[in-house]
């Protein structure tokens, strides 16, 4: 267990979780039918809702975040209608694959690292009937938040569901998804939320929730899972420990309070854009789109991604995502949302100085630590 | 806790784990597109060919039993592919909703707590062109167990697939899939192998590994699950603490023996039996086809269910399972797999023994718990 003994976790997720969420898994078996279980599932139903500050129906399936973009895509769209699939990284290239096999999809690209534009989104939606919207918010792989409030408007405009996939950002980023008008929103327990990976969660719009059908899909039936949830029940068999992690995991988040929890993932974020600079790298997207739960950092020229990656684990204990796809060896990738604190930061970054000062790339010795400890 | 702190946990599932399953979920955070990962990958496919019984590909999903099996539907068939659902109880009943929306359906139906007829399969298969059929092999609903061999002789005869629900049969009913035939043979984590709820596993024939198709499935894609799992990854991020309990339960089957814990299972329905016998009660299905893995018992008359199940658990910590659907208030049921030992049925028993004393049902007092000690 080098990875985890010293160091610092630093992964965009699933990122660090806190022993109490660890503990609350190794629980005896439970009926998941019992009274018990339905105070679990009432429990986590509301602090759901307080997580996405919604009063709207919500959703947690036994399944990653992919199971609940596939929820929230085949419960709301049927093959024949066109979706616009917004796209500008791995993970938006992804959810337009989940449209191929349930709707009919259009991708509209822009290049990775620069953010989806509003007026061109309005553009294509003049230019056809499409029923729904579908994006990013936070693209975890190039480390950009898209402008969400502005392109909600645009898709409330023409009157088609926005579905977006808020894997790394619900719980870490500013969210009024009942204001912007988002009709689905879904989130992955293994990021801001710091729980175990293989839950997800969906918050619907009234709209939204009524529009549900059941035709297409079984395991990951949206409306069976929401009505089953607003009773303390589910459809099929849960994933019982990790809903007791991800209940623990909530009482932590309300604990700290989702305000607080947001303004501290954003003051990390910052730390850590700090600490890029003093290392005398780039942060890879467009700053002013920078991400507040990922870091996506260059490397300086001559820097091998494996090779560094590798010393990081190995002698400092600490760990980091690489670039993924095109991204491949020019990128690497940190998260800063969940419990994830200014102490895990400063240790991955006197990593990240020590392994680039030994392949070649200097900075000034102790900048970056010092540049995020000026912002605890 | 008072439903686990004493007595007997006996659910025809999830069952009791051990700790040392409970306790390998609450590990650190993993990268599980890591190295350390790919271990655990490459350990817990072998494992899971083991408790297969088979070399040909298999799959683990981050989802319960049903992923399982919408997997497996929705990898081999189509929308407009005919297929014949064999429906002789709850999940059976469920299976056919399932392929109501993956396939092109017909239930061919036989009385709750009687076997599938051999014979009327064939008469079935032979009036229409089927290109599958779906059994389930163990109807935990009714405690009965379905004659596999001879239906897959059948199947095997008319040249169609056989999909089988094999949740709580597998790693608790001697099973010869590759040489009965059986094309998609699927399982439940929290079964027969003690694991929590949350995975399921599915095995194929190199038929259906051939046949999988992309088409209309993404999270529980069966084709890029088997192909992940092939070269230790999974499509999605993996439900990682599950896996380690999986990969733990699988070492605890392995260190017991395969035979050994169907052997085992089987003598502790035997004493189950007797014990049902010894209070007097009967098993509800067709005796000759009494599952080994989950007895159901008829309540004697006056008994109510509510009632009985209340008092086991309030003064007997000791957790036991209603009926479903018509069966409501006529039956209770058991599990005796997975780590199930001779304690837990004894314990079991004797709180079966002095609740339903107090209710006016009276038997030989010690009895029951005689007959399955006797069986040890």
Chains 1, 2 share one sequence.
């Not at 399936?61 to 049927?78: D, I, P």
């Not at 990976?197 to 409306?223: C, I, M, Q, R």
């Not at 854009?273 to 950092?297: E, K, Q």
Request: hydrophobic share 45%.
């Amino acid at each position: 267990m080098v990875e985890t003994a010293a160091g610092a976790f630093l992964l965009p997720g699933p990122v660090k979780m806190h022993p109490r969420v660890l503990q609350a898994m190794a629980a005896p078996a439970m009926n998941h039918r019992g009274p018990e279980f339905k105070e679990i599932l009432s429990e986590v139903h509301d602090l759901t809702q307080y997580l996405f500050g919604t009063r709207g129906e919500v959703a947690v399936l036994s399944g990653s975040g992919t199971a609940g973009l596939e929820a929230a895509v085949s419960g709301l769209l049927r093959k024949q209608d066109r979706v616009l699939n917004l796209v500008n990284g791995k993970f938006s290239e992804r959810f337009h694959e989940l449209c191929q096999v349930f709707t009919t999809p259009t991708a509209l690209s822009f290049e990775w690292g620069t953010a989806v534009e509003p007026e061109q989104v309005a553009r294509a939606l003049d230019s056809g009937a499409f029923k729904a919207v579908t994006l990013c918010w936070n693209e975890t792989s190039t480390g950009l938040t898209n402008p969400i409030a502005e392109i909600a408007k645009v898709v409330k405009d023409h009157e088609a569901f926005l579905i977006v996939d808020g894997i790394t950002a619900v719980g870490g980023l500013e969210n009024r998804m009942d204001a912007w008008g988002v009709d689905a929103l879904v989130m992955g327990s293994q990021k801001c939320l710091a729980a175990p990976p293989g839950l997800s969660a969906v918050a619907l719009s009234k709209t939204a929730y009524e529009s549900l059908h059941s035709d297409t899909s079984f395991y990951t039936n949206l409306k069976a899972h929401t009505d089953a949830l607003a009773k303390q029940d589910t459809p099929y068999t849960p994933a019982v420990p990790l809903f007791l992690a991800f209940r623990e995991a909530l009482r932590m988040l309300k604990e700290e309070g989702l305000e607080n929890r947001i303004a501290r993932t954003r003051r990390l974020a910052e730390a850590a854009r700090a600490g890029v600079d003093a290392l005398g790298l780039g942060v890879y997207p467009d700053r002013r789109f920078a991400s507040n739960t990922v870091t996506a950092i260059r490397y300086p020229a001559g820097v091998d991604d494996n090779a560094f990656r590798k010393e990081l684990r190995e002698k400092h204990g600490t760990v980091v995502a690489g670039g993924q796809g095109p991204l491949k060896g020019q990128i690497f990738r940190i998260g800063h949302m969940g419990i994830c604190d200014f102490q895990d930061l400063e240790a991955g970054f006197l990593a990240f100085e020590t392994t680039l000062a030994g392949m070649g790339h200097k900075a000034a010795r102790g900048a970056a630590v010092a540049a995020i400890t000026k912002r605890t």
